[in-house]
């Protein structure tokens, strides 16, 4: 699904607010409000334990010390922690103050009357953090991850983005571009198009014995590398591929999409990358496929750019300073899934203020900066400009590149149940139980009993 509305909203979010702009920013310290009123409350937060969460936890006793709010920080893998949250707002438990998840969830939340407006909050000057500019965060990434029909439920806590990694040091071998241009006919440089993402993949596919950029290989290596597990990350790759071949799942008059000849193409083109990966597709999540490009068995990949500090990473990555990073390939449209986590205020929250002075000064300048520089995405203009981060961080461009060409998923309550069901037929193509006509007639068919009565869908 491409949703054109999005499209011109990060377009005009990255030409207008995410501009690189000279002069170091100002380091800030924030105030609370006068007399620490919520010192001794204690604040409790669930998130993924992911780069960005571990950053933020490194910043948590400042914010201890300016506020006396104690904060509790619960983090896991992905699935656990949503099925914790999940778990905590259907029981009215009131076991968080915030909680940190995946943006698409938002209709499914707000539908049940899970979620607190922050629309309150943010005009209330009595609970207002007078480092905490409101200005500054950026407002198309606000919107897409966290306003429901005109009201206000929650602010990024990571605005990741997916886009393409690639081993600089393979496509700038002097004996690989001549190598390539005497096969191929065309110059090797990053793909811009499919058609030339499919053959470099081809193309970086050798044998155990053969050389590559110059160095003999001990063990087999690969074009990409997919996620192919029955798991979010297959959905969340192939919806690239579906968006930019110029289908996806509902069109702009939000009728369903899914069994349409481009969707078709996109989904046999997928399948046809499992030839240029590493055996075993079918276990790969995003995890696999940051090992695997940690490891220099893989030349190309598209991945979620909060992955890219593991493969920076000179203690745990073969290939850190070798990969470069760049907008996915184009078919008849651009395209980048965005894939945002918010933070989100339950409706029973315990302690609303002090949560939401901890969401404003986890969205502070300061704090923000920090949280970029160990791997998380902000949603700060300010931070965007910094020109430490485009000095500093090899991802910052590419991403910057990805997010003006962004797509979303719906957010509608009915996506949960959507996205299981296309993880389960697009599974089965890989692993060749069905072709992708099928698989894609299936889906068509499910999502219209699913949604019957709803369509089109106005809102997504």
């Known amino acids: 699904m491409r949703v054109k509305q999005w499209l011109v909203l990060l377009l005009v979010l990255c030409s207008a607010a995410i501009l690189f702009a000279g002069g170091k920013q100002e380091q800030?310290?924030?105030?609370?409000?006068?007399?620490?009123?919520?010192?001794?409350?204690t604040i409790r937060v669930i998130a993924e334990q992911q780069n960005p969460t571990l950053a933020m936890q490194k910043q948590i006793p400042k914010f201890e010390e300016l506020t006396g709010i104690k904060?509790?920080?619960?983090?896991?893998?992905m699935d656990n922690i949503v099925s914790k949250e999940i778990l905590a707002l259907e029981s009215g438990s009131g076991a968080y103050?915030?909680?940190?998840?995946?943006?698409?969830?938002?209709?499914?939340?707000?539908?049940?009357?899970?979620?607190?407006?922050?629309?309150?909050?943010?005009?209330?000057?009595?609970?207002?953090?007078?480092?905490?500019?409101?200005?500054?965060?950026?407002?198309?990434?606000?919107?897409?991850?966290?306003?429901?029909?005109?009201?206000?439920?929650?602010?990024?806590?990571?605005?990741?983005?997916?886009l393409m990694f690639y081993r600089k040091d393979f496509f700038d071998n002097a004996d690989e571009k001549i190598a390539f241009k005497e096969k191929y006919g065309y110059g090797l440089e990053p793909p811009t198009n499919w058609d030339q993402y499919r053959d470099m993949a081809e193309f970086f596919t050798r044998k155990a014995g053969a050389t590559l950029a110059g160095?003999?290989?001990?063990?087999?290596?690969?074009?990409?590398?997919?996620?192919?597990?029955?798991?979010?990350?297959m959905t969340c790759e192939w919806l690239n591929y579906a968006w930019s071949f110029g289908g996806g799942i509902f069109n702009e008059s939000g009728e369903l999409i899914m069994d349409n000849a481009r969707n078709v193409e996109a989904l046999e083109y997928f399948k046809e990358m499992v030839k240029f990966s590493p055996p075993g597709v079918s276990n790969n999540t995003w995890d696999e496929l940051t090992t695997q490009m940690q490891q220099g068995i893989v030349a190309m990949q598209i991945q979620w750019n909060d992955c890219a500090p593991s493969v920076e990473d000179a203690s745990a990555s073969k290939v850190a300073g070798k990969v470069g990073y760049a907008a996915i390939p184009?078919?008849?449209?651009?395209?980048?899934?965005?894939?945002?986590?918010?933070?989100?205020?339950?409706?029973?929250?315990?302690?609303?203020e002090a949560a939401w002075l901890f969401l404003q000064w986890v969205n502070t300048y300061e704090v923000q900066k920090a949280i970029?520089?160990?791997?998380?995405?902000?949603?700060?203009?300010?931070?965007?400009?910094?020109?430490?981060?485009?000095?500093?961080?090899?991802?910052?461009?590419?991403s910057l590149s990805a997010y003006k060409i962004s797509s979303k998923?719906?957010?509608?309550?009915?996506?949960?149940?959507m996205n299981n069901e296309m993880m389960l037929e697009l599974s089965k193509v890989i692993a060749e139980e069905q072709t992708a006509v099928q698989a894609l007639v299936n889906l068509q068919s499910k999502y219209e009993d699913l949604l019957k009565g709803q369509l089109p869908i106005t809102y997504q």
């Open 71 to 77: 904060v509790n920080l619960e983090m896991g893998p």
């Open 372 to 398: 970029a520089l160990e791997g998380g995405f902000p949603c700060l203009t300010s931070v965007y400009q910094d020109p430490d981060l485009s000095k500093n961080l090899p991802y910052w461009q590419g």
């Open 215 to 233: 160095e003999v290989l001990k063990i087999d290596s690969y074009g990409v590398s997919i996620a192919g597990k029955r798991h979010d990350a």
């Open 330 to 352: 184009q078919g008849k449209a651009p395209a980048a899934h965005y894939g945002a986590w918010t933070y989100f205020m339950p409706k029973d929250a315990p302690n609303p």
């Open 97 to 162: 103050d915030l909680i940190s998840t995946p943006y698409q969830f938002l209709g499914q939340f707000v539908v049940n009357d899970y979620l607190q407006s922050i629309d309150p909050f943010l005009d209330n000057k009595d609970l207002s953090l007078e480092n905490f500019d409101r200005t500054d965060l950026i407002a198309g990434m606000v919107s897409a991850s966290g306003e429901w029909k005109g009201v206000n439920y929650g602010i990024p806590s990571n605005t990741c983005i997916m």
């Open 28 to 41: 800030r310290e924030a105030a609370v409000p006068e007399g620490k009123p919520y010192a001794g409350v």
């Open 409 to 417: 998923r719906p957010r509608i309550p009915e996506w949960n149940t």
